[in-house]
């Protein structure tokens, strides 16, 4: 099992930056992925970005060049630095966590984060 919790949601005005930080407990030895997702009202949701653990990245086209997502493998850490935010950029955002290792054991599994709202308006 895996938790995620988020923080570094809330209200910032357009062109305007925030943070998000993703801490991964539980019983596992390693994640594989761990990655950001958004879901904006009345939308599905979708891939922000992705961060594997030996190091792959990428992003969603409408992020890139403004969004940078980093990873603590020691700490189970992932970060979202987002810059430049637009309206568009407002939805609930949810850590995601893909493949884990318990022992030498890989189980091909996925968890999800409660979510951090981030609104972007003026």
């Known amino acids: 099992q895996v938790q995620l919790m988020e923080s570094g949601g809330g209200l910032v005005q357009p062109g305007g930056s925030l943070s998000l930080s993703c801490t991964a407990s539980g019983n596992f030895l390693r994640i594989n992925v761990m990655a950001w997702y958004r879901q904006a009202p009345g939308k599905e949701r979708e891939l922000v970005a992705a961060a594997s653990r030996t190091g792959s990245i990428n992003y969603a086209d409408s992020v890139k060049g403004r969004f940078a997502i980093s990873r603590d493998n020691d700490k189970n850490l992932i970060y979202l630095q987002m810059n430049s935010l637009k309206p568009e950029d407002t939805a609930v955002y949810y850590c995601?966590?893909?493949?884990?290792?318990?022992?030498?054991?890989?189980?091909?599994?996925?968890?999800w984060g409660k979510g951090t709202l981030v609104t972007v308006s003026s």
């Open positions: 995601h966590a893909a493949g884990i290792w318990e022992a030498t054991t890989y189980y091909n599994v996925d968890y």
